[in-house]
């Protein structure tokens, strides 16, 4: 072998890793990171995650890719670290197919429909197609998918480079003589692990061991502990990409690992005893390339049989191995919304994670506030804890959500993540506000018990009504967040606005009881505040709630939609808030006052005769 054959098989070996690179990322980008979105939802069933995996694996080309994948699920708190399992036996199935296609480079045949089936020969017509669509296609899904034809035939192209640059190999006596230290079978499955974990992609070691299988010289007795090694080597990429991440994130590349260590030495053990004390003549026979990715498919998929009984095992022995630091998890309960560096990608997945975060934001800001109102009837420090917890919590999701959005917008999104973007950071700014005023009237409860103050019973019959209303828009609110649902979020705004007149009523009707004398002065302030906390409160609900129109007709005008309500010019708007009226009413009675003038004035009853 000259020192040209050495550079072509080097060039080959760089263009197939080129293609498999740029084939792999624009299979991603077309999948338009629904991957993660499946990966995520569907992953809670082993045998689901199993299908699952090797289908993805299958759709991208790349069982490392996966990985990386759901170390960054794993990394942001998306997924949990059992589910990655099956998923990952997944991919080693999947994974299989590669070899299988680089297989078909070993057709020979005189028939023209056989021979169109060898990559080599059909490659530049893919090519020819890819560079097409790159060119002269208008959407970028087209581009994107002549990307991954081009990756594709460069990748062909790379194999062909190295099939051609390792034929003089069959006639060099050096590189026979090479060939037997390869009759040990552990320095082939060192060889094999080391190759793969320095190249990262183990179709590129099948795909040169193909290569060199086609001048004659590789026999299966050193064939299968090569194949065993590149599938333990294949775990450098995950083993990189775990570094810097949380723990469980740690693990989903020590159960990468463990997978494939436990697999080898399943297989190694017998495989070594057989030969040792069975004289077997296949072992000393010459092997094919289809013979290769039969043995890959065969070993890969033994080894998910064998281990697939024992997954929830395999987690438990990492979790002893890879030990988080004290206290780790306690901290990661309490923090905010973390999406891995991979996932950016990925718009769809991080929108979908700040939305159930923002939901969170909904409910916490719900129980913070019907908490507060609680507090004016029985105040207690746990719930000015609970409170303060709830006010906590969210100013680090609001804090959280706040960069990761800013940060996402940053790219190339569709009109349609754009909308969901701008509706989440106007939603957190409502919730999180909501949340303030909680503490501002719990703050407010207390003063009122250390001042030994408490409101008239009439104006706790008020406060009653006003509560009722106030729970009802914040559910109201969440519940139409939660679902997207429109309907439920163009009631908020009649109610909002029967809110307004009832707080409008409280306050005219507290002054008459102080001119009265119903009334302490020293809960005039605490009272007013009460009110205007509530009505703020439902003003925030209403904004909260426009915004949902507003996402879900794209062409409603927000303004113009809140006009049109004021003027009184939709039948539906007015027939929610008569309805509302006529629930949420407050209790009719006359001052003190006027009952004693009118008793006065009232003429007197005769007296009752005696029978």
């Not at 940060?407 to 909308?419: C, I, K, P, Y």
């Not at 719990?442 to 019973?457: G, P, T, Y």
């Not at 006529?582 to 004035?601: D, I, S, V």
Request: proline fraction near 2%.
């Amino acid at each position: 072998m000259t020192i040209f054959s050495f550079l072509t098989m080097i060039g080959g070996l760089a263009f197939f890793l080129f293609g498999m690179n740029i084939m792999s990322s624009n299979l991603e980008k077309v999948a338009g990171g629904k991957l993660e979105v499946v990966l995520q939802r569907l992953t809670s069933n082993l045998w689901k995650s199993l299908a699952l995996g090797a289908a993805i694996t299958i759709a991208i080309q790349s069982s490392s890719a996966l990985t990386v994948m759901l170390v960054g699920l794993v990394n942001s708190g998306i997924m949990e670290l059992g589910n990655t399992v099956g998923a990952i036996m997944g991919a080693d199935i999947g994974t299989t197919l590669t070899a299988w296609i680089l297989s078909l480079s070993g057709i020979q045949s005189d028939n023209i429909f056989m021979s169109l089936l060898k990559p080599a020969n059909f490659s530049p017509i893919v090519a020819l197609i890819g560079v097409g669509l790159i060119m002269e296609a208008k959407q970028q899904k087209k581009k994107d998918i002549g990307a991954i034809l081009c990756g594709f035939a460069v990748l062909m192209f790379g194999m062909t480079l190295m099939s051609q640059a390792v034929e003089p190999l069959a006639e060099s006596e050096q590189f026979t003589s090479m060939l037997t230290a390869f009759n040990n079978p552990l320095l082939g499955l060192l060889i094999g692990t080391v190759f793969t974990g320095i190249i990262q992609s183990s179709a590129a070691s099948i795909g040169i061991l193909q290569a060199l299988s086609l001048t004659g010289t590789i026999t299966y007795g050193a064939a299968i502990p090569l194949i065993m090694g590149l599938n333990i080597g294949t775990c450098m990429t995950a083993l990189l990409s775990s570094i810097g991440v949380s723990t469980d994130a740690k693990r989903v590349a020590g159960i990468h690992i463990a997978i494939k260590v436990l697999g080898a030495i399943i297989a190694f053990i017998p495989f070594v005893l057989i030969r040792q004390f069975v004289d077997l003549p296949i072992l000393s026979q010459t092997i094919n390339p289809v013979a290769i990715a039969a043995i890959h498919s065969v070993y890969n998929i033994a080894m998910v049989l064998v281990l697939l009984p024992f997954n929830q095992l395999i987690v438990k022995l990492i979790k002893k191995i890879i030990r988080g630091k004290k206290g780790e998890e306690a901290e990661e309960k309490f923090r905010g919304l973390i999406i891995d560096e991979r996932l950016y990608n990925s718009p769809n997945i991080v929108i979908s994670q700040c939305k159930e975060s923002t939901i969170e934001m909904a409910h916490l800001a719900y129980e913070s506030f019907s908490t507060s109102l609680s507090a004016f009837e029985e105040y207690s420090e746990e719930k000015l804890d609970q409170i303060n917890k709830c006010e906590k919590r969210l100013d680090i999701l609001e804090d959280s959500l706040n960069s990761i959005l800013i940060r996402l917008s940053a790219r190339e999104l569709t009109d349609e993540v754009n909308n969901e973007v701008n509706e989440i950071l106007y939603c957190i700014r409502e919730f999180e506000r909501i949340g303030d005023y909680g503490v501002n009237m719990v703050n407010n409860a207390k003063s009122m018990v250390e001042r030994k103050v408490v409101f008239s019973n009439k104006a706790y019959e008020e406060i009653a009504v006003l509560n009722s209303a106030v729970r009802q828009i914040l559910q109201m609110t969440v519940d139409a967040f939660e679902h997207d649902d429109v309907a439920l979020a163009a009631k908020v705004e009649p109610l909002e606005q029967v809110i307004d007149n009832l707080t409008e009523t409280i306050k005219n009707r507290h002054i008459d009881r102080l001119r009265y004398g119903d009334c302490r002065g020293d809960t005039g302030i605490v009272l007013d505040d009460y009110v205007t906390f509530c009505s703020r409160v439902s003003d925030h609900c209403s904004n909260t709630a426009v915004t949902i129109i507003q996402t879900g007709n794209a062409n409603r005008d927000a303004h113009k939609y809140l006009n049109r309500l004021k003027k009184g010019n939709d039948a539906e708007y007015q027939k929610n808030y008569a309805d509302f009226e006529e629930t949420f009413q407050l209790p009719e009675y006359t001052w003190k006052k006027k009952k004693k003038k009118a008793a006065a004035a009232a003429p007197a009853e005769p007296s009752p005769t005696k029978a």
